[in-house]
């Protein structure tokens, strides 16, 4: 589930393990009224077992009830199908087993070893994914931040590089900020058009390094 939710939304670590299940609206059409597909609430609080904060925008940063008490606002991320599927998963094969020790509304906890049911911290993240790693026998470290980038540079791909509606996503505050890191890209309107420039300036193909080798 750990590795679905950063890969898929490239959430925070912090905002990933400061969840609780009333930020979770894994359903269409939920009452919160304020995405028409299943989503979750990034917000931050300061009162989270594990310490965990999400890292939010100021005006989005305090948790907000709307008349029903269901959470609102925080950052809204869409979650896929994939995200929702493992969720279940981890609630029926994991979290079921230590449900008896918890006292807390996170979503993540141990599972296992000396603090079952404790609500998982940062670094119990970062700790999982390095042993995962070592098992894997991969020649890097794989962090949860990298998923972070990984999500944030696709998105940024398919929306034909349109910063605003990554910053919109992701959570950043300003989208000078997802050009700061990932650089302002062509559009493939603009490649289109470079395309058939190209193609109406191009040298004649009759120097001996532009003509095909038909060897």
């Known amino acids: 589930m750990i590795v679905t939710w950063l890969h898929d939304t490239g959430i925070r670590v912090g905002g990933l393990c400061g969840l609780r299940f009333t930020d979770l609206h894994l359903v269409a059409d939920h009452p919160c009224g304020q995405h028409r597909y299943p989503h979750i609430h990034v917000v931050g609080r300061d009162d989270n077992p594990n310490g965990a904060r999400a890292k939010i925008p100021g005006a989005l940063s305090r948790v907000q009830l709307n008349s029903e008490g269901y959470v609102i606002d925080g950052v809204i991320r869409a ?31 141990h599972t296992a070893g000396r603090t079952p049911g404790a609500a998982m911290t940062t670094a119990g993240v970062r700790g999982m994914l390095r042993r995962a790693g070592e098992r894997a026998a991969l020649s890097t470290r794989v962090t949860p931040h990298a998923f972070r980038h990984k999500a944030a540079s696709d ?28 650089g302002k890209s062509a559009s493939s309107s603009v490649l289109g058009h470079l395309g058939r420039y190209w193609a109406a300036t191009a040298r004649p193909r009759t120097e001996r390094d532009l003509v095909p080798d038909r060897k």
Do not use: C
């Open 155 to 182: 998105f940024y791909a398919v929306t034909d590089f349109n910063a605003e509606e990554v910053a919109e996503e992701f959570g950043w505050s300003r989208p000078e900020m997802v050009t700061e890191l990932y």
């Open 79 to 109: 979650v896929s199908d994939d995200m929702v599927s493992t969720f279940h998963a981890y609630l029926l094969d994991e979290y079921r087993a230590v449900q008896h020790f918890i006292d807390h509304q996170q979503v993540l906890v």
